[in-house]
């Protein structure tokens, strides 16, 4: 029988994974109390229909189930797990904050495409999501990884609906945009 404690070990604890978790947060709430348009923009939802509403709750009902969770699951320190897990998350956290920075630098009313928008349409989610598994792997976490694919699938319907709403406002700009610029990173 394969052993799985070593994966699924739930204890609170000061050095574990709310740290990497709940600094991606903290990263979004300074972003947006530095630049208090560009955070106005950002958290706009007054276009949502029914269905993205829908999905937006999923998705930050599961967000607060995975930092809720990370506060109970410690990392695997002086393992390669955290090792890994580690490399990862501080290359997405690095990536994630220049995405709010090439958000910041264009101006409202646009498509946004320079800075790491010019890989990704979407460098924000991408990240987060990237540096949340970073800190599942770097854990050794089945629990987080039970909540972050369906905070990832949620979100990702939430981002389809932000996609046609960006159609629908900035028009062919935008679908030109869409046309060469992958939805996450090398991920269409």
């Not at 300074?30 to 106005?40: C, D, I, P, S, T």
Request: hydrophobic share 55%.
């Amino acid at each position: 029988m394969l052993d799985l404690s070593f994966f699924t070990t739930l204890k609170l604890g000061w050095l574990n994974a709310w740290i990497p978790a709940f600094g991606m947060v903290v990263i979004q709430f300074v972003y947006m109390a530095l630049f208090r348009e560009v955070g106005k923009r950002a958290v706009d939802t007054s276009w949502y229909t029914p269905r993205d509403k829908f999905w937006a709750m999923v998705s930050t009902f599961l967000q607060i189930v995975l930092l809720v969770l990370s506060i109970f699951v410690p990392f695997k320190l002086g393992t390669a797990w955290f090792l890994i897990g580690s490399t990862i998350f501080a290359l997405s956290f690095a990536a994630f904050i220049w995405s709010f920075h090439s958000y910041g630098i264009d101006p409202a009313g646009k498509t946004i495409k320079s800075g790491i928008y010019r890989w990704s349409r979407n460098p924000m989610y991408f990240f987060f999501f990237a540096g949340m598994f970073g800190t599942c792997i770097a854990s050794a976490s089945l629990w987080l990884l039970i909540v972050i694919v369906p905070f990832v699938i949620a979100t990702h319907f939430t981002i389809l609906g932000e996609e046609r709403y960006c159609a629908q406002t900035y028009g062919k700009e935008y679908l030109e945009y869409k046309a060469k610029t992958p939805r996450y990173l090398l991920i269409r």
